[in-house]
């Protein structure tokens, strides 16, 4: 019999999406773990953990009420206007029944930062949508009590299950151009160490802002091309180079404050190590 860990109550936000999945499976061995989804599946409809939230529709208020959560992670993709109004709730939640949120962001909050890596403690600055959109939610729960939230940073993040690995796999098999970006300094994970590290700042009670990419830093185009002998295909991949900028630029978060044990931390040979198996 699997023991919990304590009492617990985690809600996990969109967790029919490829990390939200992967976040239920690490953490519901251990604690009293209820998640949304939109996609309908016989799968999730028989689980009773699982409540369908549709945010376009749906008040999550509902959701809340009925499993009273100590901990709320917040993995959820859609428009973004709909998701802001989401966190406003869910930091009036939060604030009001001081429990905790951890809300995964992305590297795109540094993203018009392009000379150098970013660290926990810079200020965010992004040319894009999706950037803007992250750093908004992120500083509406900034102003929430310090120690009711964890801000995790991702890198692209990789996996045999992931998005970007299936896509890869989908456009060499239909012979399908697949593109790189040769100038591109970036940091990488996956899916399962993210998992791992959730877990730990959850056991741990940490908060504050984490950056969970790997300690090594790559070329989008060498590490994408690493992928693909890693799964060792028969139809030649067909590259398509993008260049967005006559220099490197990085799309980097690193970490230097917060930084977790050295079983948590990641390096990009390890990603590649994980898909061959």
């Known amino acids: 019999m699997i023991k919990r860990e304590n009492k617990h109550r985690i809600l996990i936000i969109g967790a029919s999406g490829f990390l939200g999945s992967a976040i239920y499976k690490e953490l519901y061995p251990y604690f009293k773990a209820f998640a949304t989804y939109y996609t309908t599946s016989k799968q999730f409809e028989k ?8 945010i376009e529709e749906d008040d999550i208020y509902e959701i809340l009420d009925i499993v009273k959560p100590t901990i709320i992670i917040s993995t959820i993709r859609g428009d973004f206007s709909k998701q802001v109004l989401m966190h406003q709730h869910l930091t009036e939640y939060v604030f009001a029944n001081k429990i905790r949120i951890i809300f995964l962001s992305s590297a795109n909050v540094f993203d018009a930062y392009i000379k150098y890596p970013s ?58 151009p697949i593109e790189v970006f040769p100038n591109l300094i970036m940091n990488v994970t996956t899916d399962s160490k993210v998992t791992q590290q959730i877990h730990y700042i959850i056991n741990r009670n940490k908060y504050g802002i984490f950056h969970l990419g790997s300690n090594d ?61």
Do not use: C, W
Not at 162 to 167: A, C, D, I, K, T
């Open 47 to 54: 689980n009773h953990q699982f409540f369908q939230y549709n």
């Open 119 to 176: 660290y926990e403690e810079d200020k965010t600055y992004s040319n894009s949508i999706y950037g803007h959109f992250k750093i908004k939610i992120e500083n509406m729960l900034l102003r929430l009590p310090k120690k009711q939230v964890a801000i995790l940073r991702l890198p692209m993040v990789f996996g045999a299950q992931s998005p970007r690995v299936q896509e890869i796999i989908k456009f060499i098999n239909e012979k399908e």
């Open 217 to 277: 830093l790559v070329h989008h185009e060498d590490f994408i091309k690493e992928i693909i002998a890693s799964l060792e295909f028969e139809n030649k991949p067909i590259y398509k180079r993008v260049y967005t900028t006559n220099d490197d630029r990085y799309l980097a978060v690193l970490p230097k404050f917060n930084k977790l044990p050295k079983h948590l931390q990641i390096k990009s040979e390890a990603i590649l190590a994980d898909l061959k198996l």
